[in-house]
């Protein structure tokens, strides 16, 4: 069973920039930020693979999140710049196990961005 722990949320203002960690007991394939707003869906914001030769942004995030995992550490990065009140969500680590479903989740951490 994989655990995660997310830590490095807190509240910003919008052009300001925050980094989020996510702690993992084991190694996993792929990990990911999801993100969800009171009254809306989740939304996955990136993800990365365990060799780190592939990502994925949301439309919403490109050019201002960077996702980036430390395999030795077992620990996975976001970090978030130009920040929109639009990305204030709590903010959720998650990992696939031997396929490609995101089975394991933290407990998430809040990001607020005031304008």
């Known amino acids: 069973l994989v655990q995660l722990v997310e830590s490095g949320g807190g509240s910003v203002q919008a052009g300001g920039s925050l980094t989020l960690s996510c702690a993992a007991s084991?190694?996993?394939?792929?990990m990911g930020w999801f993100r969800q707003a009171p009254g809306k869906e989740r939304e996955k914001v990136a993800a990365i693979n365990f060799a780190r030769s592939s990502t994925y942004y949301a439309d919403s995030v490109k050019g201002r999140f960077t996702i980036s995992r430390d395999n030795a550490k077992k620990m996975l990065n976001l970090q978030m710049n130009s920040l929109k009140p639009e990305d204030t969500a709590m903010y959720y680590c998650a990992a696939t196990g031997v396929g490609y479903e995101y089975n394991y989740w933290g407990q998430g951490t809040q990001v607020t961005v005031s304008s």
């Open positions: 084991e190694y996993t394939n792929y």
